[in-house]
Structure formats: C-alpha cells, structure tokens
C-alpha cells in the first residue's frame, strides 16, 4: 500500500478526557474549534495561515466573542466531511507536524481540506495540492489502492464527488482491467484460479477484488469497464457470477442490478447463475430472464430447477417456473430447428427434466398428478436411449403420493414407452406393486417378445399407432388370471406350475391379438376406452400382483 508523509515536527497532540485535544506548547492556545463532540484547543496562527474558511469563522465571532469577555475564540464546523479525525489530519499540517495518509485516510483528508479550504492561493504547497499529487502519482496507479479509496468515498459523498475522486477510480481500475495480462505486474487477488507453472496471468484475474464492494459501486465500476472495452463479455459474465456467489442473499434490486450489467453475449454466463437470478428477480424482469435461461437449459442440472415458490402458494417449489422454462426452450428449439440442428440438446434436456421430476415428486407434497404429466407431456417428443429415467419419476410420484386414484395412475404411466425400459428397469417393474397390472404385464409382454422374437419388434422410436393394443386384450389376460387365481388351491411347487401356464396364456393371447392386428400395433402403454373395463383390471390388481409374487 502506497503513503505519503507530511510534515517533521513531532506529534504533540495530546487529550484530555475522551472530548478534548489541544496542543502542548509553551504558548496558551487562543481559539476553540469545536468537531462534534471534540473540543480542540489551538493557536490562531498556524491555522489561518493555510484556511481560508477558518480565517473567514473566526473573523465573524471575534465582535461576538469580544462583547462576551471570553479570552478564546471559539467556532464549530460541525459538518466537515470526516469528523474530529479529519479535522486532526488537517490541523496537524497547519503545525508541521508529521502526518502519514494512506489509500485509506486520503479521501477522508482530501474532503476535510477542500471544506477547510486548504487551497494554493492561501499558502504555496497546501494540503489540497498535496494531497491531489499523492492520489495521481501513487494511489491512482495502483490496482488495490484504487479499489479501496473507492470503496472510501461512500461516506464523504457529495464532498468525494465534487472533487471527482470517485471517478477518477472507477477510471483507474477499468483501465487496469482491460491490460493485456501479460502485462500485468502488480498485486492483485485470484483463489479461484491458479496462475499456471509458467507464471502466466489468467484473463480474468481482477474478477475477484471487486468482490467487496457495495453493488452500487460494483455497478458504476462494471458499467465503466464495458464502456471502455477491452474485456470479453465472458469474463465480464464470470465477474458477475463471482460476484453473485459471494453474496450471502440477493436481494430484488441486487439482481436487477446484475441483471442489467449481463453481456449480450448469450454464452457469456452460465445457466445456473441465471437461474439463481430468477429465483430472486421481480416479475417485470422474469420474463426476459426466462427467455435466456430457455436458450440453454441443457446447461442447467436438477438443483437449479429446485426454486422455493413464494409466500402463499400452494407449492413448496415454484413448478409452474420450470414449466415456463421448458416452454422458452421448446421456442428457441424450434427457432434454431429453422436453420437445422442436432437432437442433443434436446436429449440432454429430456434426461434433465425427467431427473427434475423424480426429486420434485420426491420433495413436493402437494404436486398434483396433473402438473405431473403437464410437465412429462412437455419433453415426451425429445429424443431417449431409454425410458429409464420416466420410470424412475413415475415410480416416486406414486411411491410418494399413495393416494393417487387408479385414473391418475393410468394416465401417468402413459408417459412411459415399455419397450424402451431396460432389463434391469424392467425387473423392477415387473415386481412394483405401484404400478397398475396392466402396465406390468405390458412389460412382461415386451420382455418376452424382446427375448423370443426381437427381429420382428416395430422400431423403438415409433409413436401414434404403436399404442393401440386393445383394452379388450389386457383385459383378457387379466381375466385369464384371476381364473387361475380362483382355481389356484395347490400347493406352491403346484401354483408354480400353474403360473407358467398362466403366463404361457397369457403371452398367446397378446400374440394371437398381435397377428390379428399387425405387428406395428403393439402398445407403449395401457390406453382406456372404457372406463368400466379399466375398473375391472384394477379392481383385480392386487390378487394378481400378489400371485406373481409368489410364483417368482
């Protein structure tokens, strides 16, 4: 840190109690300056000799001061920028005495000054000038220094201002900012980033120092730097996500503040920061904010989706926000589908949503089942390896929200494709008592028919007519079981027997419906048509389920 030294006299300033300074000399002091709550004891001329605003205190209360026969003269300048240690500052120059400023203090002896008038026409070499050589010549030219006598200014406002000090900071350190890095040889802070072996200074290496300042001067500080160019809007982009990350909450005008600083740039800041914006902006900024996060949700993971809804709603998470966010994405997807693109964000933001839906069903205790599927219905176009990830959502929002009715568990499960479920998906499946019984033997029927006559499968990408297997056949099968459960009065070696040729029933039945009605006719999901045949197989779940069961 840069200081400067005024004066060679020793110090001799000494107190009396906590509210009165004066000087130790041999010569009685002769006026009183009152500073607050400071009495300070001086002599008349060294004072007068270097202010002019004193000269022009005292000369106005002598006649006052004379008809009340007081032997001193006493003034109060009780709104000098700085107080008591200000004023201190300035009457030890007017002794001589030895005085050390440092980007600390300088601003706080620079305003005291100008209010005392400490100018060149008074005496040759003033504190003001003097003060103006060090701030130019030292403490401007160094990065940290400028940063702090910035941050100083704040409370000598408007004083500061007036003596343009404030910008002539904000000057210093935006133009610091857009040096070539390589030619940056002073101090400067940087824990997130290590300077490699070779010692080379990465490119945003002053993002960090400007961590501690207020958002109002961030502001004016960032605000400068883009004006003066040299600095990529993706390191502009870090600085605010840094600088985000350092505060303990944001508050609304912390993120309209930040959001009004975001480069053009669309990659210029992360997803996550965005969204951490979202999660305190007000309305009249969210629907801007909305539209870049949906330019690149697939940067985004499970957690920040997570968004506390606020005060009086119904939901503990704002999920009506993440149905927003996926509808900006579906528009830009469709803007860029113009000008031809890859699937793959697509994809990614299929996995994302899917994920976002097994926490959101696991966390959310009023999530209704119809907000559920909104959400699914969503991504259920984009392209999936697998179905894995839907089962995974479906199978926690009913572990979680038992009471579901047997519809609403009907039209969930529709989400799901079973013939893109993995083996070790499909296992799990086929023992979740959760999952209505029609669904599960869907899943044994693809399973069989992956295992026994895979060349002849319709493509796993197919839709539309590939969920078209009767109700008439599921219900069918399901009727075959409850007969053999009925009849099933055995022993368990024999319910055992009797299960296989229940399932070998089964299976020829859905394959006897399958040639009837072409290959590519084989269901997805279960489809209702019937309200009371769907009655009548769930109705039934529960002995069936338990007979597989047992026979497994």
């Known amino acids: 840190m840069k ?15 906590d509210c009165i300074r004066y000087v130790a000399s041999d010569l009685a002091t002769d006026v009183v300056v009152n500073v607050g709550d400071v009495k300070f004891y001086l002599h008349k001329f060294p004072l007068l000799s270097k202010s002019a605003r004193l000269q022009k205190l005292i000369a106005a209360t002598i006649n006052e001061q004379q008809q009340q026969q007081q032997p001193d003269d006493e003034i109060s300048i009780p709104d000098i920028p700085g107080g008591p240690p200000a004023f201190e500052i300035c009457a030890k120059f007017c002794y001589g005495m030895t005085v050390t400023l440092n980007a600390y203090s300088v601003v706080a002896a620079r305003c005291a000054a100008e209010y005392l008038e400490m100018y060149e026409s008074v005496e040759t070499g003033n504190l003001v000038y003097k003060i103006e050589v060090f701030l130019n010549s030292s403490v401007l030219r160094s990065w940290k220094d400028s940063i702090i006598v910035l941050q100083t200014t704040r409370a000598f406002h408007p004083w500061s201002r007036d003596a343009k000090i404030d910008a002539r900071c904000l000057e210093s350190i935006a133009s610091k900012a857009a040096v070539d890095p390589a030619r940056v040889d002073w101090s400067y802070t940087c824990n997130r980033r290590k300077v490699n072996s070779i010692g080379v200074v990465p490119r945003d290496w002053w993002v960090e120092d400007l961590t501690e300042l207020s958002i109002d001067l961030y502001e004016r500080v960032v605000s400068t730097i883009r004006r003066k160019g040299g600095v990529s809007g993706e390191v502009i982009g870090e600085a605010l996500e840094v600088y985000a990350a350092k505060r303990v909450q944001l508050d609304d005008r912390d993120v309209e503040t930040l959001i009004s600083l975001l480069p053009g740039e669309k990659q210029s800041v992360s997803c996550g920061f965005l969204i951490k914006l979202l999660k305190s902006c007000g309305e009249d900024v969210r629907k801007e904010l909305s539209k870049r996060i949906g330019e690149k949700l697939e940067e985004a993971n499970v957690d920040d989706l997570l968004i ?77 390896s697998s179905h894995d990830g839907v089962y ?29 479920l993995s083996p070790e998906a499909c296992a ?37 007519s590939s969920r078209t297997t009767t109700e008439e056949e ?43 009605d072409g290959v590519g006719d084989v269901s997805s999901s279960d489809t209702s048509e019937s309200p009371g045949s769907a009655t009548t197989v769930d109705d039934k779940s529960t002995p069936s389920t338990r007979r597989r069961r047992s026979s497994s």
Not at 3 to 17: A, T, Y
């Open 308 to 384: 506390r809804a606020s005060d009086g709603c119904e939901t503990v998470y704002d999920v009506d926000i993440v149905e927003t966010l996926i509808d900006e994405f579906v528009t830009q997807t469709e803007k860029r589908d113009e000008v031809g693109r890859s699937d793959s964000s697509e994809a990614v933001v299929a996995k994302l949503i899917d994920g976002y839906l097994s926490e959101i069903a696991r966390i959310e205790p009023n999530l209704e089942p119809l907000k559920f599927i909104a959400i699914a219905e969503k991504v259920s176009s984009f392209p999936r």
């Open 474 to 516: 599921c219900d069918s099968v399901t009727a075959t079981e409850e007969t053999t459960t009925t009849r099933d009065k055995t022993s368990g070696s024999e319910k055992t027997k009797a299960k296989g040729v229940v399932m070998s029933r089964i299976f020829s039945k859905l394959w006897t419906g399958k040639d009837r």
């Open 392 to 420: 995974r959502a479906i199978d926690m929002f009913l572990k979680e929200h038992p009471g579901t009715t047997k519809s609403k568990k009907k039209s969930i499960c529709r989400l799901m494709d079973c013939r893109k």
């Open 428 to 464: 799990h499946a086929v023992q979740n008592e959760r999952l209505p019984l029609r669904v599960v033997v869907q899943i044994l029927f693809f399973e069989q028919v992956r295992a026994t006559a895979k060349p002849s499968l319709p493509p796993s990408g197919s839709h539309g």
């Open 3 to 17: 200081f400067m030294k005024l004066g060679s006299k020793p110090d001799s300033f000494q107190s009396e109690e």
